[in-house]
């Protein structure tokens, strides 16, 4: 019994939860929110797992990294661990995309903006 694996997911967990902290992107902007949309996603991932396992499409094999732990028939423990993780990259990479594309657009805005006030992109007048 070994856990490697489970210390990388809580190690890369603590990395989301650093840059969530960091820019306020998903648990740290809006934990209500946050509890909602992490737990439907866990949920469904969770039924995805079920059903691939329930017809013999997921196998749990065997790691010389993983604990041993299942929490369920060929459900290990750090399954649970790695589609927590999914779930918040998923979120912390959408809602930075989102500010990334909001903030390149109000600079766009702007400059189109100033182009206008000064006479053209050259900022010469008619």
Known sequence: MSWAYLACLLFSLAGMAILDLRHRLFWF?????AAIVHGLGLAAFLAWDGL?????I????DSP???GI???PELPLE???FLVFLCWLTMNL??????????????ARAGRARADVDGGPAGERP
């Open 79 to 81: 399954e649970l661990f």
């Open 58 to 61: 997921f196998h749990r094999g």
């Open 70 to 72: 299942d929490l369920a």
């Open 29 to 33: 902007a809006d934990a209500r929110r």
């Open 52 to 56: 691939g396992i329930l017809t013999g």
């Open 65 to 67: 990294y993983m604990t």
């Open 94 to 107: 959408y809602t930075g995309g989102a500010r990334i594309l909001r903030a390149r657009a109000g600079r």
